[in-house]
């Protein structure tokens, strides 16, 4: 008689539920990961833009910069309000000298651009085919993460022009 070697039908049976017990353990953690590493880019883009502006207004408070004249990073101009803040790029935006400023989405766009240079998260004005789409308020811009957004869970990066505040607001289910 030989003798068989291999799994019994008790042992797969084993076996597969304990896959399966793992596999509805790990589900949930693996759906925690994703939304922390969406959470992660929008923190990581949002502390890009803001060390952005802050660079933009600590090279107009140095070249003393009046509003509405450029100041130039990297060989980019980049427009600067009253208070020194960026609104817009090579003529994208105009002030009226007194620092406030009424940007639109392309301003938005160039501001983004201008600030994140190199490898930055795409952003355009519409459209769902970018990382951000940007959209203005008065002085503040919006850039609207894209990447999972649905009508529970939202990343939105805002930056204000009038005092450089750039922030997050998220909903999430």
Not at 81 to 101: E, L
Not at 111 to 133: E, H, K, R
Not at 165 to 170: F, L, Q, R
């Amino acid at each position: 008689m030989k003798r068989q070697s291999g799994f019994t039908i008790i042992e797969l049976v084993v076996v597969i539920a304990l896959l399966g017990i793992l596999s509805a353990v790990a589900l949930p953690r693996f759906i925690d990961v994703t939304q922390d590493a969406r959470r992660a880019a929008v923190s990581g883009a949002a502390g890009g833009l803001g060390a952005g502006v802050a660079l933009v207004r600590a090279q107009s408070v140095v070249d003393n910069v009046a509003a509405g004249n450029t100041v130039a990073i990297d060989g980019l101009n980049i427009i600067a309000n009253g208070r020194g803040y960026p609104v817009g790029t090579n003529g994208t935006a105009i002030t009226d000298g007194s620092g406030d400023q009424t940007l639109n989405a392309a301003d938005c766009v160039a501001i983004w651009g201008a600030v994140l240079q190199g490898s930055a998260p795409t952003v355009a004005a519409s459209g769902t085919a970018t990382d951000y789409v940007a959209s203005a308020s008065g002085s503040v811009c919006t850039y609207a993460y894209q990447v999972g957004r649905s009508a529970t869970e939202t990343r939105d990066i805002t930056y204000d022009s009038n005092n450089g505040d750039v922030s997050i607001a998220t909903t999430e289910p």
